[in-house]
């Protein structure tokens, strides 16, 4: 059996920027080959069961030979793998691409081309550079900076110039004095507006707006490395007045989000939207328990509850499972009130059909134990084994008759802490949803300093469970996702 070849433009780093059908492609892909360039943020869509090949190239290094990297597309190919060739931009402008098929055709396998944004048209976009104005020019001219190893730049400096056109070099900073010079001594004005955007769409973004005769100083001053556009054009004097990525609230602030991996995706996305650096860290999964007896006893006993209630959106698929592997759905809870810690719980019981009773004003369990503090009884908690204390105290204090039921567990686990330990060096926000949140946080990294930490929490009782670590700390107004990016905004 024969297997496939995607080549995927991952585009410029920003993954909003990946198109659909090329995530359609990752999330199929059995082998991803991929470069330097493609961000770590994609590189976190890969399927947890792929294989992963790393041919990182750089300017002057290539960790694996291009022949070689044609033959591991082959090899895995004939494996009868689909294989994902994963490359930064569009893998037709200057990446290479038709290189790399030339080999898959000449021996019959199978292979699709899935463009990519190129950096040369998104970068100086995210810079508040328009490539073309109207007012300015009606042209754009995309060149690479990058010539073959030993072998000087071959670039008609004079036709760029009578183009009259935006300039759009790729791969270009080590020779920005000599594409400049190049320019000036083709006749290009020497207070042409010119700019340099290094490590473009990405949060981490920094650009040097000046003019052609000054840019390499000034790019050299500021010390801008690859990868970085060069652009030169009229237009680049619009950049001051259509930054718009420099002004997001949030652009360059580094955050850890340490919610579970399946429930993080929301708050990661906003906090990018708003420009932050944002490093996935899921400190906790929820896991159904296999044997809970107590859960299968209530589910037959239904009917002599008045309450049900969830702390957690973790609780409703754990509970409505059980249900229906007893042969039963949700007729069985005819009679029996709902009550949901908050919005997202209710949302994960309407899922299931079924809106909540009850919705705190204020999503924690203090507020949610208040809230049915003359709730007639029996109430069945469905719950994490290691919940809060609130709500059977106050069951308890009234005499309210109730069932606590821990119907899955709280697992304590995280990927790699290296990346996180690295950020610590530095100030740095960290998001607690959770108390758990907190305590799988600091547990997976012992010993660590957590003196520049801002832990950014959700409710008091979050931030009282990572103040007895040591970490400072901000408390969300309301235990939503919307007070918690307010929240983080603000600091």
């Known amino acids: 059996m024969i297997g496939n070849v995607i080549l995927v433009g991952a585009g410029p780093g920003d993954s ?56 591991i597309l082959l090899d895995k190919a004939r494996e009868g793998k689909r294989v994902v060739r994963l490359k930064g931009g569009d893998p037709f402008l200057f990446g290479r691409g038709g290189e790399e098929l030339e080999l898959l055709e000449e021996n019959g396998i199978p292979y699709q081309v899935v463009p990519g944004v190129t ?28 010539a073959r190893a030993g072998a000087r730049l071959q670039i008609n400096y004079e036709a760029l110039c009578r183009a ?8 270009g900073v080590t020779a920005l004095p000599q594409i400049c010079q190049g320019l000036l001594d083709a006749g290009m004005s020497p207070g042409m507006p010119a700019a340099v955007v290094e490590r473009g769409t990405l949060p981490q973004q920094r650009k040097v707006v000046s003019t052609l005769e000054q840019l390499p100083q000034e790019a050299k001053q500021a010390q801008i490395k690859s990868p970085a556009v060069i652009v030169v054009g009229k237009v680049c004097g619009l950049s001051q007045r259509f930054d718009w990525f420099d002004r997001l609230p949030l652009k360059g602030r580094q955050i850890i989000v340490t919610r579970p991996a399946d429930r993080s995706g929301t708050l990661c996305g906003r906090l990018r939207q708003l420009g932050a ?14 044997n809970c007896p107590e859960l299968d006893w209530a589910i037959e006993h239904l009917g002599s509850y008045r309450w049900l209630v969830f702390t957690s959106p973790a609780g409703p698929p754990v509970f409505f499972d059980r249900l229906h592997s007893a042969g039963r759905d949700a007729r069985a809870l005819a009679g029996v009130k709902l009550a949901a810690i908050g919005p997202k719980t209710a949302s994960a019981l309407e899922r299931f059909g079924l809106r909540a009773d009850l919705v705190p004003e204020t999503y924690d369990s203090q507020h949610l134990a208040q809230a049915m ?21 106050l069951f308890s204090k009234n005499g309210i008759p109730f069932e606590d039921i821990s119907c899955y567990d709280t697992v304590y686990e995280a990927p790699d802490p290296a990346p996180v330990l690295e950020l610590l060096k530095q100030n740095v926000l960290v998001t607690f949803t959770s108390a758990s949140t907190v305590r ?13 930490v801002l832990g950014c929490c959700i409710g ?21 996702m919307d007070s918690l990016i307010e929240c983080i905004k603000g600091v």
Not at 462 to 471: C, F, H, P, S
Request: aromatic share 4%; hydrophobic share 40%; charged share 20%.
């Open 164 to 171: 009259g056109g935006t300039l759009v070099f790729l791969m």
């Open 373 to 393: 503090s003359e709730v007639e009884g029996p109430v069945l908690l469905c719950r994490a084994s290691r919940g809060s204390d609130a709500l059977p105290a």
């Open 460 to 480: 008091p009782q979050t931030a009282q469970e990572a103040r007895k670590y040591g970490i400072a700390t901000v408390t969300a107004r309301e235990a939503t």
């Open 440 to 452: 799988g946080f600091v547990e997976s990294l012992p010993g660590a300093d957590l003196s520049r």
């Open 277 to 290: 650096s944002v490093t996935g860290y899921p400190c906790i999964r929820t896991v159904a328990r296999d």
């Open 119 to 146: 950096s040369a048209l998104s970068v100086p976009a995210y810079a508040g550079i328009p490539v073309t104005h109207r007012d300015f020019c009606s042209s754009v001219h995309i060149i690479t900076g990058h």
């Open 16 to 71: 909003g920027l990946l198109t659909q059908k090329g995530l359609w492609a990752l999330e199929q892909a059995q082998v991803v080959v991929y470069d330097r360039l493609v961000s770590s943020d994609i590189l976190a869509l890969i399927p947890p069961g792929a294989e992963k090949i790393d041919v990182g190239k750089e300017s002057s290094h290539h960790l694996v030979p291009q022949e070689q990297i044609n033959k």
